[in-house]
């Protein structure tokens, strides 16, 4: 099993920045690829952002070149998500995710966290 812990939502007017954090703990050397998804009210729940443990990376095109992914591996694993230029339509729910050997990242299978909260308003 794998403990996902969000950190760093909050409230930011546009244009602003804002930094999650994802805490990864329990059987972590299961663990390939992991992601930012987020889901904003009355909408499905979507991909951000991703990186393989090789560090391969991949972004929502709504994202590019405002926000970056990084991963630390090993003992103390954390997947971090750098959010600049901060607009209203990012606001939503954001979801540190994680695979399993079984469950390929973003299934409902695979490893979730409780969610952070990102509102950007004015």
């Known amino acids: 099993q794998v403990q996902l812990v969000e950190s760093g939502g909050g409230l930011v007017q546009p244009g602003g920045s804002l930094r999650l954090s994802c805490a990864a703990s329990?059987?972590?050397?299961?663990?390939?690829?992991m992601g930012w998804y987020r889901q904003a009210p009355g909408k499905q729940r979507e991909l951000v952002a991703s990186?393989?443990?090789?560090?391969?990376?991949?972004y929502a095109d709504s994202v590019k070149g405002r926000f970056t992914i990084s991963r630390v591996n090993g003992k103390n694993t954390r997947l971090y998500l750098q959010m600049n230029i901060l607009k209203p339509e990012d606001t939503a729910v954001y979801y540190c995710?994680?695979?399993?050997?079984?469950?390929?990242?973003?299934?409902?299978?695979?490893?979730w966290g409780q969610g952070t909260q990102v509102t950007v308003s004015s």
């Open positions: 990186i393989t443990s090789a560090g391969v990376t991949n």
């Open positions: 329990g059987s972590i050397f299961s663990i390939n690829a």
């Open positions: 995710n994680a695979d399993s050997p079984i469950y390929g990242l973003g299934s409902e299978g695979a490893y």
